[in-house]
């Protein structure tokens, strides 16, 4: 069976413990089926969520991009988030967003004011079908793993034209970071927190206990 449209994430033992509150968000907010994929859980965690095993020596956060290609085998349209991704609203709305062949994606302006130029956050990585980029994206990263799939990205895009080519802006509401609300840059609409680093997870485990 393949869905018209579908949301992913995936975890491994380290993050695997996001999983829960991440689905009770997203489900309260949405209809659309999701799909969890493996790079590493606990085989009863894995199991408990029928997570799909993501194969390779890559560790980590480098299967996502070969998590998304997996998802393109499920779905017309797709939808990746992190498990740090806390989803406030209905967001279905994304999948009306997309452009053939391009990945849609959030600017990540606290990176780019930090670093001088634009970057986009991987957090959340929306797209139709299998954009060329994303096979592009999944051998980059198997051959130079750098310090995360969203600096790999970033490599692949600084060149000419390519970033305009390949990625479509999403409104900002759909991926607001951590580092946006410290810096008063957060929109007033957000649909998806994304608490980014050690101390969004600190924010995620106080709201667990709560």
């Known amino acids: 069976m393949k869905y018209s449209k579908l949301f992913i994430t995936g975890c491994d033992k380290s993050t695997e413990w996001m999983l829960p509150w991440f689905i009770r968000n997203l489900t309260k907010h949405t209809k659309l089926p999701l799909m969890v994929f493996d790079f590493g859980m606990s085989p009863e965690v894995a199991q408990s969520v029928d997570a799909v095993p993501i194969k390779g020596q890559d560790k980590g956060w480098f299967k996502k991009p070969k998590a998304m290609i997996e998802g393109t085998k499920h779905a017309h349209k797709t939808c990746w988030l992190d498990t740090d991704c806390h989803v406030q609203g209905n967001i279905d709305g994304i999948f009306d967003l997309l452009e053939p062949n391009k990945l849609a994606m959030v600017e990540d302006v606290p990176w780019s004011k930090r670093r001088g130029e634009k970057w986009h956050n991987s957090g ?48 900002r509401k759909y991926n607001t970071l951590r580092l946006d609300v410290q810096d008063g840059t957060a929109p007033a609409d957000t649909v998806i927190m994304h608490w980014t680093g050690q101390k969004g997870k600190d924010i995620i485990r106080k709201m667990m206990n709560e």
């Open 124 to 171: 959340v990585v929306a797209f139709q079908d299998r954009p060329n980029v994303l096979d592009e994206w999944a051998t980059a990263v198997a051959h130079n793993p750098d310090q995360g799939d969203q600096e790999v990205l970033h490599k692949l895009m600084r060149e000419g034209m390519r970033r305009m080519i390949h990625i479509t802006d999403l409104p």
